[in-house]
DNA sequence: CCATATACCTGGCAGC
DNA sequence: TGCTGCCAGGTATATG
């Protein structure tokens, strides 16, 4: 469900909200991906500083030691007045004294991890191998291309691996992909200069408007204040197979590229 | 090291 | 209605 829109929205829905809160407790449902990484109770008494994103993560710095979160692909976090029940899928409650937080997550790919910093081996495991973030300026359009040249795979799935580049999940990868004109099965090897600079500014294009409008609300997606995004609506091939392209009415094509389904116009984006 | 497959888990939906 | 099979926004780990 959520890729680097989704997690940057969500952070942007509740992050000056917890900002400053003390930690009262902290309940666990059923286990997620990976364990917790601490006793649930050390962390009550600490303080929540800010909450920042690196990839698909969300790290919650602490007065001591840091939370990374990540959605999965099924997870939602909810921040609000505590009160309410845990439901089935409720697995992470952080009751503070600014509101509660919740991890709802029906498939439970998602996880809360303790690390005591980012420097960690905890912290490193998970995040030590990611790629540049493709909203700041450390993604620069030429090392970039050269990354690219440097990788046989199709270059879906070098958008997909996130060493390069993060951030970049199922759907904004096609919908990058279609931006910059490029086939999906293309080998990343064998993109050039230009075209990899088309494909750089489509990332940064797609992924940047995708926050602005709240991002994809596919299934159940939805914001720590329970909002909506309605990026899909713009969607050109994600999820589209056998609809027209918007740009030249060619039927979408949708083909599996390790295990994941990708959809593309093969009018409008080259081998 | 590289590219690809597997594993984790639940729910929604189409088709019979 | 109920069953079956397929599909779903991710990614560490195993395998060749």
Redo the contacts with the bound molecule.
């Keep these: ?3 680097l829109p ?1 997690v940057e929205v969500t952070r942007l829905s509740f992050a000056s909200a917890i900002a400053g809160a003390n930690i009262i407790n902290l309940q666990l449902g ?2 997620l ?1 990976w364990p917790l990484g601490c006793d649930p109770g050390s962390l009550s008494g600490r303080q929540v500083l800010q909450v920042r994103r690196r ?3 969300l790290l919650m710095d602490l007065s001591q030691g840091m939370l990374m979160i ?1 959605l ?3 997870g939602s976090l909810s921040f609000g007045p505590a009160g309410s029940a845990a439901g ?2 409720d697995h992470f409650d952080l009751l503070t004294s600014q509101g509660l937080l919740r991890l709802h997550d ?4 998602g996880a809360v991890v303790y690390a005591d910093s980012e420097q960690d081996a905890v912290a490193q ?2 995040l030590g ?1 990611l790629g540049v973030e493709p909203l700041s300026n450390s993604f620069d359009a030429g090392l970039f291309a050269a990354g690219l040249k ?5 270059v879906k ?1 070098v958008l ?3 060493e390069l580049v993060v951030g970049v ?3 904004y990868a096609s919908e990058a992909l279609f931006l910059a004109g490029i086939r999906p099965t293309t080998r990343a090897s064998r993109i050039s200069k230009p075209r990899a600079a088309r494909l750089h500014s489509a990332i940064r294009d797609v992924l940047s408007r995708a926050v602005a409008q709240g ?7 939805s914001n720590a204040q329970g909002q909506n ?1 309605y990026f899909q609506l713009q969607a050109h091939v994600y999820d589209r197979a056998g609809q027209p392209c918007r740009d030249c009415t060619a039927l979408i094509k949708r083909l599996v590229q ?4 990708t959809f593309f116009c093969p009018s409008c984006q080259k081998p």
């Design positions: 469900m959520p890729e989704e059923k286990p991906r990839g698909k993560y990540h999965g692909m099924s089935t899928h029906p498939r439970r790919f495991k998970l191998h440097k990788k046989n795979a199709p799935q997909l691996a996130g999940g199922n759907i991002g994809s609300s596919l299934r159940d997606f995004g390790g295990q994941r389904s």
